[in-house]
């Protein structure tokens, strides 16, 4: 079974655009997490997705936004970006939301200058 | 709330010594409880989980961990560390009261000295 990809793996960015990432979790699972890491802060819950449906939300300004599609496919959007969204940003998949075991992606590397 | 506590944000070792990684939690309902590894560049992958079934759970690459809930802790041990061990180690607990998120610690980076 392919693993969960991400794409692109590294991006970089000026303040002020926006960027989009995406990620397809492994065949069959239907709930995509996505989390921002950071040296400082270290990992941080950015949102949960299930069934094409926002589950579980973390404490990050309405700037930060994602979306599934039908085929369990995520998007995550970051729109007006600053020099602290620099970050990688991960992606997990689960069969199912909730307290399944996540698999994670390689993750996207952003930079922000 | 639920909320996990690393001890040691660095740990170094010798190659052939006891591995031990601190993980405490906090949980008002009983927790799942993970430890996942990061490779630098990559993403997390999950050494093993612990979900209320066995205590001493084995995970991959010769790392156990043992759930104690008196002393509300989840250590992660290796009896023999190997170079290939140097990495950063996460712990994480879910099954939060209500609504179900993962919560990470803070990580801890395993140096392993030849």
């Known amino acids: 079974k392919a693993g969960v990809t991400q794409t692109p793996r590294y991006l970089i960015k000026t303040r002020g655009q926006q960027v989009t990432l995406s990620c397809s979790p492994i065949?069959?699972?239907?709930?995509v997490s996505w989390y921002q890491q950071t040296p400082g802060q270290g990992l941080q819950f950015l949102f949960e997705?299930?069934?094409?449906?926002?589950?579980n939300k973390g404490n990050f300004p309405g700037r930060f936004s994602g979306r599934q599609f039908s085929n369990s496919r995520s998007e995550m959007n970051v729109s007006t970006l600053e020099l602290g969204d620099s970050a990688l940003y991960l992606c997990?998949?689960?069969?199912?939301?909730?307290?399944?075991?996540?698999?994670f992606g390689p993750g996207t590397r952003l930079t922000v200058l | 709330a639920q909320s996990v506590t690393q001890l040691g944000s660095h740990v170094s070792v010798s190659e052939g010594a006891l591995v031990l990684l601190r993980c405490n939690y906090s949980?008002?309902?009983?927790?799942?409880l993970f430890w996942y590894v990061q490779y630098p560049n990559q993403g997390l992958q999950l050494l093993l989980k612990?979900?209320?079934?066995?205590?001493l759970v084995k995970g991959i690459n010769g790392f156990e961990a043992e759930f104690k809930k008196s002393e509300t802790s989840f250590h992660l041990t290796k009896p023999s560390a190997h170079m290939s061990d140097a990495a950063e180690y996460f712990c994480?607990?879910?099954?939060?009261?209500?609504?179900?998120?993962?919560?990470f610690g803070t990580g801890t980076r395993l140096k392993v000295l030849a």
């Open positions: 065949s069959g699972h239907r709930s």
């Open positions: 612990y979900t209320s079934a066995a205590t």
């Open positions: 949980s008002s309902v009983p927790p799942y």
């Open positions: 997705y299930f069934s094409e449906t926002q589950r």
């Open positions: 997990a998949s689960s069969s199912r939301e909730g307290t399944d075991t996540q698999y």
């Open positions: 994480a607990v879910t099954r939060t009261s209500g609504t179900y998120k993962y919560i």
